[in-house]
């Protein structure tokens, strides 16, 4: 079975600085997809970005930006300029090509931003 | 916008009580999910469903039920509520598998059961 690991409970990061999430994941599968989700104190998780395990380029998404390393199996979150908007928990997440629309969720990392 | 709506915020139960906890997506999404998110646990799937009336156990189906009689809706049932049933449950949606779809998520129950 995909196992999906957040090594950090907990991560914090000066306002306007650059912090980065960790990832890594376990599958024997070629074809996947993995995702990163933000989930704010007491508002509904959100997707922040998604990467395709066959794509060599790291997925973008403004101030978001991925680290994908297939053959370390490593999918690290970076967030630049960071916001107290940006303060959440955050979910790395697995989805396997052949596997319908299931996720398997990471442990979670709660960013904490201060101003 | 997709919406995807939580019978409750919060819930409080007694041990050994019949509890439904209903989810409403207005996207039309033929797949919906129920996990449950414990910390240090992440988000763990206990059910989904990728048509009406059907059903797939996930990772953690034992002490639930579900039930979808309709596209919209998706029940999740504690037939005998326990303590350790004691988690937030988040509902979520998503359209048939097409790869990079991404799942819509409920504001959340968070169930106590005492």
């Known amino acids: 079975a995909q196992t999906v690991t957040q090594s950090q409970p907990e991560m914090s990061v000066q306002e306007a600085e650059t912090v980065t999430l960790s990832c890594t994941y376990d599958t024997s599968e070629s074809d996947y997809y993995l995702f990163w989700y933000k989930q704010p104190p007491s508002r509904q998780m959100i997707l922040v970005i998604r990467q395709e395990a066959y794509k060599q380029q790291n997925a973008t998404e403004n101030r978001f930006s991925v680290n994908f390393q297939k053959a370390a199996k490593s999918f690290s979150l970076k967030i630049s300029d960071s916001q107290l908007g940006d303060a959440a928990m955050y979910f790395c997440?697995?989805?396997?090509?052949?596997?319908?629309?299931?996720?398997?969720f990471g442990e979670g990392t709660q960013l904490t931003v201060n101003p | 916008d997709v919406k995807v709506t939580q019978s409750s915020r919060y819930l409080v139960k007694r041990t050994g009580e019949k509890v439904f906890l209903e989810c409403v997506q207005d996207m039309d999404h033929e797949n919906m999910f129920w996990y449950r998110q414990d910390p240090g646990l992440g988000l763990r799937l206990i059910y989904f469903?990728?048509?009406?009336?059907?059903?797939e156990k996930g990772d953690i189906p034992e002490g639930y039920s579900v039930s979808r009689e309709k596209k919209e809706r998706f029940s999740l049932i504690l037939e005998s509520a326990s303590t350790n049933q004691t988690s937030m449950y988040l509902c979520a949606s998503s359209l048939p598998w097409t790869g990079e779809d991404e799942q819509y998520f409920g504001p959340g129950t968070r169930l106590t059961v005492t």
């Open positions: 997440a697995y989805k396997q090509e052949t596997s319908g629309s299931r996720l398997t």
């Open positions: 469903s990728y048509d009406v009336k059907m059903k």
